[in-house]
């Protein structure tokens, strides 16, 4: 056989030396493991209760959906579903009933209501936006201006305009 080299052999010892020192260092860190998951104990089961009894399923959390765009993210954060077109406008369905959200800075005029529960006409008031007015019924705003015949440009909303917004 041949003999080992000089640096061979050096490093062959360094190599166990390095081994050996990491396994001790090691040694510490795996024992206060093992002595904290032995100090582990399981509750005794109660056994007076009846054996016959379904388990309890545990809560699953349930995933946040991901909107599907842009604009159902922003309908979602000021609490509504979706920002439902007009229905009934160029042969689009009619939507489910349409909420209000509440009166706000930029839609505070008044508001009637359908059989369905649904808001039916509103009232606009001064300073009211029609951006704001879509938040507040959770509708497409631009639709609900077209649906109005308030466009284009310059022929916009003015106090005292009924606008239906679930024609």
Not at 8 to 26: F, P, Q
Not at 69 to 90: H, R
Request: net charge negative; charged share 20%.
């Amino acid at each position: 056989m041949r003999r080992m080299q000089t640096s061979a052999k050096i490093t062959l010892a360094l190599s166990v030396v390095v081994v050996v020192g990491l396994a001790a260092l090691a040694v510490p860190a795996v024992t206060s493991v093992h002595d904290e998951l032995s100090s582990w104990t399981l509750p005794a089961r109660d056994t007076s209760e009846d054996d016959r009894a379904e388990p309890v399923a545990e809560p699953v959390a349930e995933k946040s959906p991901t909107p599907r765009n842009p604009l159902q993210a922003m309908a979602w954060e000021i609490g509504c579903d979706d920002f439902a077109s007009v229905g009934g406008y160029a042969g689009a369905p009619k939507p489910p009933p349409r909420p209000d959200m509440g009166a706000t800075e930029y839609a505070a005029g008044t508001v009637t209501f359908g059989e369905d529960g649904g808001v039916e006409t509103y009232t606009v008031a001064a300073g009211d936006a029609p951006a704001a007015l879509g938040e507040r019924f959770c509708v497409d705003y631009v639709t609900l201006l077209v649906a109005n015949n308030r466009t284009p440009p310059g022929k916009t909303i003015q106090p005292g305009d009924v606008l239906q917004i679930n024609p």
